[in-house]
């Protein structure tokens, strides 16, 4: 079996202390990050109703007629810290087109992840919905974090993947251009 | 993003003790068992008493509640799907047996958050606590995981074998860590 070294235990303790720079706390241990989406018999998507950080409403219902990326996550999950990124970039790689990302937050607030967010080298462009008390995921049936859904442009769940992802893979973005041309 | 100096701090071995294999972190002591067997991974990293304190009362756990779980023998845990078919697993199946001693149960998310509310634990730090576990019950797809904290009510510095149970292709499987060691008090 091949085995990569790992550096989780530093990364836990970095992750437990307040005012640390989160980019110190991401790289360290985890799996590698997939890139595979779970294809699946598209089924209607529950409702997602919510706000986003700066109390702007959202309801994925007025974003049918696009491909929409739903990431569910929070900033003390590792692999949700270190998939973020990528995120972002698939949103600049397919900008202009009918698609949208979403990331839906659990339990945490607006100046938790802003703390989170300012610290990323990266400038998050997508909108960040707050589930405060995680009535969202149960609807969606999350188990675990992150937990990510794509919907298609009939409002339906064609897709997911369980733990971290690099959203920005090829496979990822021929998948979601697929679904953009239906 | 900025990424840590990948030096190699860890220091893998292979045991001697069929499928399981060990690592230690030189700079942190703390430890890390890993199997893969039958397109399952299931790995257990240390987590100090220290690191469950602060990460909990981080997210308003009072330090009396934070104590609670500390004195747990608390695990970073990644199950991950290297197969090629979906599995899934209920925590609920896994047991772990200390040295000389019957199986035990993990103590489960709904146990734990009787013992919150108990506690007066506020609701917010509970959701973290739940979702900071590692899922009760999941199916994994190929390339799906998870990576959350199990607790084993096990002495410190004592061992316990870990048997994990997952299905796939209609069958049930069962695979196991040896020799994991609950990390000591100051590591």
């Avoid at chain 2, 100090?48 to 990460?55: K, L, M, N, T, V």
């Avoid at chain 2, 048997?163 to 069958?171: E, L, N, Q, S, Y």
């Amino acid at each position: 079996m091949k085995m990569r070294n790992r550096l989780a235990s530093m990364a836990f303790a970095v992750l437990c202390l307040p005012g640390v720079p989160v980019a110190t706390a991401i790289a360290a241990d985890l799996p590698p990050l997939s890139h595979s989406l779970t294809r699946q018999a598209p089924k209607p998507a529950p409702a997602l109703k919510l706000k986003d950080l700066d109390g702007q409403p959202y309801d994925l219902a007025q974003l049918k007629g696009k491909v929409v990326l739903i990431n569910f996550w929070a900033t003390w999950c590792p692999p949700c810290r270190r998939e973020m990124p990528s995120m972002e970039r698939l949103s600049q790689t397919l900008k202009g087109e009918a698609f949208s990302v979403l990331a839906v937050d659990v339990g945490e607030n607006a100046d938790t992840i802003e703390t989170f967010t300012g610290q990323l080298d990266t400038t998050l462009t997508f909108p960040i919905l707050l589930d405060t008390r995680s009535r969202t995921m149960q609807a969606w049936k999350v188990a675990g974090l992150p937990t990510t859904f794509l919907v298609d442009k009939q409002g339906r769940i064609v897709a997911s993947a369980i733990g971290g992802r690099e959203f920005d893979h090829p496979e990822m973005i021929r998948t979601i251009r697929e679904l953009l041309g239906k | 993003m900025r990424r840590l100096p990948l030096t190699l701090l860890a220091m893998w071995s292979a045991a001697s003790l069929a499928g399981t294999e060990t690592s230690m972190d030189t700079e942190t002591g703390l430890a890390t068992w890993q199997t893969e067997t039958a397109g399952i991974q299931v790995r257990l990293t240390q987590i100090s008493p220290d690191q469950a304190r602060g990460f909990y009362q981080a997210r308003g756990f009072s330090p009396e509640a934070a104590e609670r779980y500390a004195a747990e023998c608390v695990f970073m845990t990644v199950v991950r799907n290297v197969g090629d078919a979906p599995i899934r697993y209920r925590l609920a199946d896994w047991r772990y047996e200390p040295a000389g001693q019957p199986p035990r149960a993990i103590r489960s998310k709904a146990q734990w958050e009787r013992i919150w509310k108990r506690q007066g634990v506020p609701e917010s730090a509970r959701i973290a606590f739940a979702w900071a576990q590692i899922p009760a019950t999941q199916t994994y797809a190929p390339g799906d995981w998870n990576q959350g904290m199990t607790s084993y009510s096990v002495p410190r510095g004592g061992a316990f074998t870990l048997r994990f149970v997952w299905r796939a292709d209609g069958k049930q499987h069962s695979g196991k860590l040896e020799q994991v060691r609950c990390t000591d008090e100051n590591a």
